[in-house]
């Protein structure tokens, strides 16, 4: 992770021989270790998580390194279930990362429906041991579980060692692991495009195309600000600290956001966060779902967070 706080003295590994017997490993062979498809999985799962813990400030880079003390996973599933375990935030030894795992990973078997053991393809000892085949298992549950919409490279399989030790001796067989399936064919996946955020879409043609909706959407805006004697010049710079969107939505819905709510002049950027979160929870309120904008994107002027949040509100009030 990119970050100090992140980097702690690490305990030497220990190999307890006894804690293998009569139990079956698996262990991704080397050579599959170098298939660009596994690549290509390993990589959208992090830029997923990146994206869903980035309010965090959370950098994930490795998928084995990042993962096994139950930090990530327990933020994941805090912005994911909107549920905190109750455990210490940084565990910095091996028996208190084990326990964080513990009640991390069994809160989140209940979230994924996974009451049967025997379907489970991780477990503390695993992802506390950074084995990347489950890690990987572990994940692509929990988009399917919690971000099904997310597209996850198909058809991803990897040559897999078997052992297992005994009194006898170790056994080793090669077999075939599936990391994901085939992609589906259903009724949300042929309609993907259709169900694609209209300002995502919107952003991909052409620049005129793009100012037209840009000058419907402003003039919509400035139309309803009159009322209130004030005028939206710059879209993306004017909403980045929350006020004119606050007022806006108060003006379209018929309510008085309170003074006291809010913060009228804001002189900083944790004020400007508060008076967007305010308003997106007010959106949320109202039922308008804005996919994929988070405070920070509009505090920090992203035109696509932006446009996202004003064309919910346009849409509502215009019906187009």
């Not at 003295?9 to 006894?18: L, N, R």
């Not at 025997?118 to 929990?142: E, F, G, P, Q, Y």
């Not at 030790?165 to 090669?174: E, M, N, R, Y």
Request: a negative charge; glycine letters at 4%; proline letters at 4%.
């Amino acid at each position: 992770m990119e970050a100090d706080i992140f980097e702690y003295h690490k305990e030497e590994d220990t190999v307890d021989i006894k804690s293998f017997q009569e139990e079956k490993q698996k262990l991704i062979q080397p050579t599959a270790l170098k298939d660009p498809k596994l690549a290509k999985l390993k990589e959208a799962l992090v830029n997923w998580i990146n994206s869903t813990l980035k309010p965090e400030h959370i950098v994930v880079q490795s998928l084995e390194e990042d993962l096994y003390d139950g930090l990530v996973l327990h933020h994941m599933l805090s912005r994911l279930a909107g549920v905190d375990v109750p455990v210490e935030e940084m565990a910095l030894t091996s028996p208190a990362q084990i326990r964080k795992l513990g009640l991390v990973l069994e809160e989140l078997d209940q979230r994924l429906g996974l009451q049967d053991d025997s379907r489970i393809k991780w477990n503390v000892k695993l992802i506390h041991n950074k084995d990347l085949l489950a890690t990987i298992h572990l994940l692509v549950a929990m988009v399917r579980s919690f971000q099904p919409d997310l597209d996850l490279p198909p058809n991803v399989n990897v040559e897999v060692i078997v052992m297992e030790v005994s009194k006898s001796g170790i056994k080793s067989d090669v077999q075939t692991e599936v990391l994901t399936g085939e992609r589906e064919a259903g009724p949300e996946s042929l309609m993907k495009s259709e169900k694609e955020d209209p300002i995502e879409k919107l952003l991909k043609l052409e620049a005129h195309k793009v100012n037209t909706v840009k000058k419907a959407i402003l003039y919509f805006v400035n139309q309803n600000m009159q009322k209130l004697g004030l005028q939206v010049a710059d879209m993306d710079k004017q909403f980045a600290d929350g006020v004119i969107l606050l007022l806006l939505i108060g003006q379209l819905e018929g309510f008085f956001v309170p003074l006291c709510d809010f913060n009228l002049t804001p002189v900083n950027h944790s004020e400007m966060v508060h008076n967007v979160t305010l308003a997106l929870d007010l959106l949320d309120t109202l039922g308008l779902k804005v996919s994929s904008v988070d405070p920070q994107d509009i505090v920090s002027q992203d035109v696509t967070a932006t446009l996202k949040v004003l064309y919910a509100l346009f849409k509502k009030h215009t019906g187009k």
